[in-house]
């Protein structure tokens, strides 16, 4: 900076202009360098953050449905594991009448229907 300092006395001084051919050329080139700079890289890096906008929302939207489908499988894989390892209660005695009779009522629903869904009233 001293230096281009120095040197822009010295043509005020003498009146001389270094490199003045140039100038045009130069300022030409610092034109375009700065239009470059100030319009184009702009758009350049918006358009990478809006592709990356895209990409991360992408990425989080998989990785929260695998999140979702591991979840399951390991919730089921340990309902599997505690069907085979709990045993039902198994009771001799027989059931009350009042059980008997609800459920001879619901096996002759289910033969009047004749689908073997489930029966709701309403």
């Avoid at 700065?34 to 890289?41: A, D, K, N, S």
């Avoid at 005695?93 to 629903?109: D, P, Q």
Wanted: proline share 2%.
């Amino acid at each position: 900076m001293a230096a281009l300092l120095g040197l822009k006395r010295w043509e005020m001084q003498t009146g001389r202009v270094v490199l003045s051919a140039w100038r045009p050329q130069v300022g030409a080139l610092a034109h375009r360098a700065l239009g470059w700079v100030e319009y184009t890289l702009p758009a350049i890096l918006r358009h990478w953050l809006a592709e990356g906008e895209a990409f991360a929302r992408n990425f989080l939207h998989r990785l929260s449905a695998l999140i979702v489908v591991l979840t399951e499988r390991g919730l089921e894989w340990l309902l599997r594991v505690l069907r085979r390892s709990t045993a039902v209660p198994r009771n001799d005695t027989e059931a009350s009448a009042f059980l008997r009779e609800v459920s001879a009522h619901k096996a002759e629903l289910l033969r009047n229907s004749g689908t073997r869904e489930a029966i709701y009233e309403e």
